[in-house]
């Protein structure tokens, strides 16, 4: 059982970073996949970043790579999200989600965080 809470979304320019954070509560997810996924108004879900339980391992969806960066810090329970160079077609609810070891889904979600970028 896994409960995630983002946070570091915000308004900025187009050009600037963010940093989000995901934190989990409830049990460590140490073990688990931790995926990046955002919703733009009117916009099904589209994936951004999925990162090992290691953090050895990570992916980027063709749209983001070379600009965001996923990592994890295990101790702390949490896993970032930075993003940098960041365009108005980033804007969305950005969300973190966890895969259990044994899953083939991703099982629990966040509450979403919105980032704004302005151009």
């Known amino acids: 059982q896994v409960q995630l809470v983002e946070s570091g979304g915000g308004l900025v320019q187009a050009g600037g970073s963010l940093r989000l954070s995901c934190a989990a509560t409830g049990r460590t997810f140490s073990s688990y996949v931790v995926g990046w996924f955002r919703q733009a108004p009117g916009k099904g879900r589209e994936f951004v970043a999925a990162?090992?339980?290691?953090?050895?391992?990570?992916n980027y969806a063709d749209s983001v790579k070379g600009r965001f960066t996923a990592s994890r810090d295990n101790a702390k329970n949490t896993v970032y999200l930075q993003m940098n160079n960041l365009k108005p077609e980033d804007t969305a609810i950005y969300y973190c989600a966890a895969q259990k070891p044994t899953s083939t889904v991703y099982d629990y979600w966040g509450q979403g965080t919105q980032v704004t970028v302005s151009s």
């Open positions: 990162i090992s339980w290691s953090g050895g391992s990570s």
